[in-house]
């Protein structure tokens, strides 16, 4: 078996007034694994993946990735880990409208100290393999919904993260393009990246993922349980 990449034990987050968004979950995601997060709205989903990426804390229970213990770490620290271990896709891409795409992808490198060379070499290959380097100079706001989650990926992917979480990845595109997303998920895992994504799709989730976890009001209600990876 390959180290976990998430540990997460007896995690629970509520916040002020409402129910527990989350209710003792305890999970751990294998290097090499690609799971999907099912559950209806307000399940707690996107309260898992900001716990994980550490934009939010926990009241209790431990969260732990690539080794580090992010439930207890003060925001510029959180940031770094965030900066250095994890890519994040939205579903709105939140790519930034003003910068070119080349920009877009080169900044997380430049945040982290990566020489300007070796962040133009490594952008200009990650939109090539993504299949939009003919749109590098271009802004956002030019290019369809598909291609910009393919900047955002490879945006994503910039720092070389250890996880790539998405958070309905799929949930602003057509079904084509989504298909496309699905597809392009399924590669970069078959390559060896670590996934995890939350959708409502479930043909995103049996096209990328390996593994399905179903939330329901904050309880892992199902888990069709790691796959044994040879990797
Ligand atoms: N910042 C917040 N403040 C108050 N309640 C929140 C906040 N974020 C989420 N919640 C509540 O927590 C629960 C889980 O939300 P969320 O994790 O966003 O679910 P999902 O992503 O599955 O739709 C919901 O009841 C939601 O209303
Ligand atoms: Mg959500």
Request: net charge negative; hydrophobic share 40%.
């Amino acid at each position: 078996m390959t180290a976990p990449v998430i540990e997460l034990c007896d995690v629970s987050r509520r916040y002020d007034e409402g129910p527990p968004a989350l209710r003792d979950v305890s999970l751990t995601v294998r290097a090499g694994e690609a799971v999907s997060v099912l559950g209806p709205s307000g399940s707690g989903k996107s309260t898992l993946l900001n716990l994980i990426a550490g934009l939010d804390r926990p009241d209790s229970g431990t969260v732990t990735v690539d080794g580090v213990r992010v439930d207890g770490l003060g925001e510029a620290a959180a940031a770094r880990h965030r900066r250095d271990r994890i890519g994040m896709v939205f579903q709105f891409f939140n790519l930034l409208d003003d910068l070119t795409v080349a920009d877009n992808v080169v900044l997380p490198a430049q945040l982290a100290g990566m020489g300007r060379g070796e962040a133009a070499r490594r952008a200009t290959e990650l939109l090539e393999v993504l299949g939009v380097d003919r749109h590098a100079g271009a802004f956002p706001g030019r290019l369809s919904g598909g291609e910009r989650q393919r900047v955002a990926v490879a945006r994503a992917l910039m720092n070389r993260p250890a996880l790539l979480l998405a958070d309905e990845p799929t949930g602003a595109l057509d079904s084509a393009s989504g298909e496309d997303v699905g597809r392009l998920l399924a590669d970069l895992n078959a390559d060896g990246q670590t996934i995890v994504v939350v959708t409502h799709d479930l043909a995103l989730a049996r096209s990328c993922t390996t593994r399905t976890i179903r939330l329901v009001d904050g309880g892992i209600t199902a888990d069709t349980g790691a796959v044994e990876s040879a990797r």
